[in-house]
């Protein structure tokens, strides 16, 4: 079994206040039984707090159910025309937040439940620290630790977590906090210029961890603050009978975007480097949904090819100066 830590934060007036000052940013995809489940447990856990839900367009049935539970719940809704990714996602629900007066966020995943207690905990110390970038630890239903800090080895591009027996290879590292669940200030929010949408899936929050500690904040995991997180349950697959398979989705993404990550933020010999370990990347992250799902289907590897080609495509469309701007989404 993982930590069982109870968080602490301020209590009745005081808690009151903080949450009205608050406001829950959850991203979704066709996933209204996700939000029903969830986002209403930690709602109806922090009703002070406001809810912002942006429903990334999927289908027709999809958003007329998002926009009948919201209105049940008396949640804020964002409606963009098609799908923004995460990151588009989270900065059109900070905007309103913004509007709406919210001076401390909390983003969540559809996929992710947290009490009261973790919630003030989380927020007091965004409050307190409006720099920082604050993080849980993650478990699963189980217990079981999922995230809590990892780093991105520079030399190619591989994920390190305190958990790993993997010795970090020389050339340094970027830290970073998972965007399941993030606390933090509208001031940093703003100040770092929100998530970069070309990203939009997957390694949005490596970047976004990066360009907080790049302005002079700093990331923080409030081991005192546990939240659950069933990774995968907005991107796994759905037809898998065991195993921790995930979604061609998933892989897609992860692959693809470790390679735009370095066409955006890294130099020309570190670029040649994670091109050169870019089909020991693919194999690794295929292989966190295990071995018996390739029994099954091959399909995880052509998105893994998938993935590489275009990433690759990405980072000479980079070297030509070709790539949009960081509020255009690259589905």
């Given at each position: 079994?993982g930590p069982?830590?109870r968080?602490?934060?301020?209590?009745?007036d005081?808690?009151?206040r903080?949450?009205?000052?608050?406001?829950?940013?959850?991203?979704s995809y066709?996933?209204?039984?996700?939000?029903?489940r969830?986002?209403a447990?930690?709602?109806?856990?922090?009703?002070?707090?406001?809810?912002?839900?942006?429903d990334?367009y999927?289908?027709?049935?999809?958003r007329?159910?998002?926009?009948?539970?919201?209105?049940?719940?008396?949640w804020t809704l964002?409606?963009?025309?098609g799908?923004?990714?995460?990151?588009g996602?989270?900065n059109?629900?900070?905007?309103?937040?913004?509007a709406d007066?919210?001076?401390?966020l909390?983003?969540?995943n559809p996929?992710a439940?947290?009490?009261r207690?973790?919630v003030?905990?989380l927020?007091?110390?965004?409050e307190?620290?409006?720099r920082?970038?604050v993080?849980?630890?993650?478990?699963d239903?189980?217990?079981r630790?999922?995230?809590?800090r990892?780093?991105?080895?520079?030399?190619d591009?591989?994920?390190?977590?305190?958990?790993?027996?993997?010795?970090?290879?020389?050339?340094?590292?970027?830290?970073?906090?998972?965007g399941?669940?993030?606390?933090l200030?509208?001031?940093l929010?703003?100040?770092?210029?929100?998530?970069d949408?070309?990203?939009?899936?997957y390694?949005?929050?490596?970047?976004?961890?990066?360009?907080?500690?790049?302005s002079?904040?700093a990331?923080?995991?409030?081991?005192e603050?546990v939240a659950v997180?069933?990774?995968?349950?907005?991107?796994?697959?759905?037809?898998?009978?065991a195993?921790?398979a995930?979604?061609?989705?998933?892989?897609?993404?992860?692959i693809r975007?470790?390679?735009l990550y370095?066409?955006l933020?890294?130099?020309?010999?570190?670029?040649?480097?994670?091109?050169a370990?870019?089909?020991?990347?693919a194999?690794a992250?295929v292989?966190?949904?295990?071995?018996r799902?390739l029994?099954?289907?091959?399909?995880?590897l052509r998105?893994?090819?998938a993935?590489?080609?275009?990433?690759?495509?990405l980072l000479?469309r980079?070297?030509?100066?070709?790539?949009p701007?960081?509020?255009t989404?690259?589905p």
């Amino acid at each position: 079994m993982g930590p069982t830590p109870r968080a602490g934060g301020p209590a009745g007036d005081d808690a009151a206040r903080l949450l009205a000052r608050a406001a829950i940013l959850v991203v979704s995809y066709g996933s209204p039984e996700l939000l029903e489940r969830n986002l209403a447990r930690v709602a109806r856990a922090v009703p002070e707090a406001g809810v912002v839900v942006v429903d990334n367009y999927s289908t027709e049935e999809t958003r007329l159910r998002t926009r009948d539970l919201c209105a049940e719940h008396g949640w804020t809704l964002v409606e963009p025309e098609g799908n923004t990714g995460f990151g588009g996602g989270m900065n059109l629900a900070q905007a309103r937040a913004a509007a709406d007066g919210a001076e401390l966020l909390l983003l969540l995943n559809p996929d992710a439940v947290l009490d009261r207690e973790t919630v003030l905990s989380l927020l007091a110390r965004a409050e307190r620290e409006p720099r920082s970038l604050v993080a849980p630890v993650l478990t699963d239903s189980e217990g079981r630790v999922v995230a809590d800090r990892a780093v991105v080895c520079l030399a190619d591009g591989s994920m390190r977590s305190p958990r790993s027996s993997k010795p970090i290879p020389p050339g340094g590292t970027h830290p970073w906090l998972s965007g399941a669940c993030l606390a933090l200030s509208t001031r940093l929010f703003e100040a770092v210029g929100g998530f970069d949408e070309r990203y939009f899936l997957y390694w949005e929050d490596v970047d976004f961890s990066r360009r907080v500690v790049s302005s002079g904040g700093a990331l923080v995991l409030a081991r005192e603050a546990v939240a659950v997180h069933d990774e995968g349950g907005t991107h796994r697959d759905r037809d898998a009978d065991a195993g921790p398979a995930k979604s061609d989705t998933y892989y897609y993404y992860n692959i693809r975007n470790r390679l735009l990550y370095a066409a955006l933020q890294l130099d020309a010999g570190a670029r040649r480097r994670w091109v050169a370990t870019a089909p020991a990347a693919a194999r690794a992250i295929v292989l966190r949904g295990g071995r018996r799902q390739l029994l099954r289907s091959r399909s995880s590897l052509r998105a893994a090819w998938a993935g590489t080609r275009d990433g690759l495509r990405l980072l000479r469309r980079a070297a030509r100066g070709e790539l949009p701007g960081p509020d255009t989404p690259i589905p």
